[in-house]
């Protein structure tokens, strides 16, 4: 009974001395995100894709990694870009970067485990767009990916597709104060849900590090072991929640000997194959298309946290 005393209590003020270190780095990104999702919508990011075609897989990621979207705003957003007859390549791009991070997870990400951290994670997530794109691109060109929609845009017939692009479409003016009133509810509701999953999920790791042998979490995701990072990759796949409860998670496993590229590798496809991104995409497209993403998601999380790794340890 007194060790499980002394380990709530340890619990306790790990979490509190992690919030006390962070919580202004949780209320700009509730700020961020507020901002974003009052007074840059879906029909801004649609409108913007369209006035960007020719640039494609570029203007695809600036707009996957520039929005704060959720699962259903992204696939809304494909569904319109398929619509619309864009090649693979930029549906792709957007698939593999919009998951991963956004403009308030970048400054999160950044309390939670400093800025040479935040920003490379925000750059793996623009050069896997890219990349993900540029190979969509090749595939396509020798047929690799045909017939890969799920549905097929028919001109003239009314459709889901049809539908998206309808709503995309639909211009509603909105005055500078509705959307500053809406800004403020956006910030409070991400506030709210912030703090919930960063209290629930650090207490979780924490007390989890507390009740687990000491070598467990280094023999496995340490950094000198060549498996750690692949591992850690993996194990992304499956355990991922979603960005609010696995950081402050993640950050538990760092404290427990953690390295920071497995840390990386766990974040870049956990994400990017989330319950919620997964079932999107095989709302709009075959497995072909998925197998890349994932394949494109995997690979770049393996290299990325082995380089930081490697970079990290020789620094």
């Known amino acids: ?23 202004h780095y ?9 901002l974003l999702n009052a007074f840059v919508d879906q029909q801004a990011i649609a ?7 020719r640039m494609g897989v570029v203007a695809a990621t600036t707009a996957a990694v520039g929005t704060p979207l959720c699962s259903c705003g992204t696939i809304a957003i494909i569904l319109g870009m398929m619509a619309s007859m864009m ?6 791009a ?20 400093g800025w040479p951290f935040a920003l490379t994670f925000f750059g793996a997530s623009i050069a896997l767009g890219l990349v993900g794109g540029f ?6 060109s020798r047929g690799w990916l045909a017939d890969q929609a799920r549905f097929r845009p028919v001109s003239g017939a009314s459709g889901p597709a049809d539908q ?35 209290g629930v999920f650090a207490f979780l790791g924490y007390f989890l590090n507390g009740l687990i042998p000491a070598r467990w979490v280094p023999t496995l995701f340490g950094g000198h072991y060549l498996y750690s990072v692949p591992l850690a990759a993996v194990l992304g796949l499956p355990f991922y929640l979603n960005t609010e409860a696995s950081l402050p998670l993640v950050r538990t496993l760092l404290d427990a000997g953690m390295s920071s590229g497995a840390a990386l590798a766990f974040m870049i ?20 298309v998925v197998f890349l993403v994932i394949a494109t998601l995997w690979i770049g999380a393996v290299s990325v946290g082995a380089l930081y790794d490697l970079f990290a340890v020789g620094g």
Request: glycine share 6%; aromatic share 12%; proline share 3%.
């Open 47 to 53: 409108a913007f894709l369209q006035r960007h075609r």
């Open 94 to 113: 957007f698939l593999v970067a919009s998951p991963l991070t956004s403009p308030q997870e970048l400054f999160y990400s950044a309390g939670l485990f």
């Open 135 to 140: 190979v969509a691109h090749l595939l396509e």
């Open 269 to 288: 496809t956990g994400a990017g194959t989330s319950i919620g991104a997964l079932s999107g995409m095989l709302t709009i497209a075959r497995w072909r």
């Open 164 to 198: 998206i692009v309808a709503d995309l479409e639909l211009v509603t003016a909105v005055s500078f104060a509705e959307k500053s009133q809406k800004a403020i509810r956006e910030i409070y509701r991400t506030g709210a849900r912030l703090l919930l999953f960063f």
């Open 87 to 92: 090649p693979w390549a930029p549906v792709v």
């Open 26 to 34: 949780l209320l700009l990104s509730a700020v961020v995100a507020g």
């Open 1 to 23: 009974m007194d060790n499980l005393i002394s380990l709530l209590t340890e619990t306790f003020y790990q979490v509190w001395r992690t919030f006390a270190a962070n919580w």
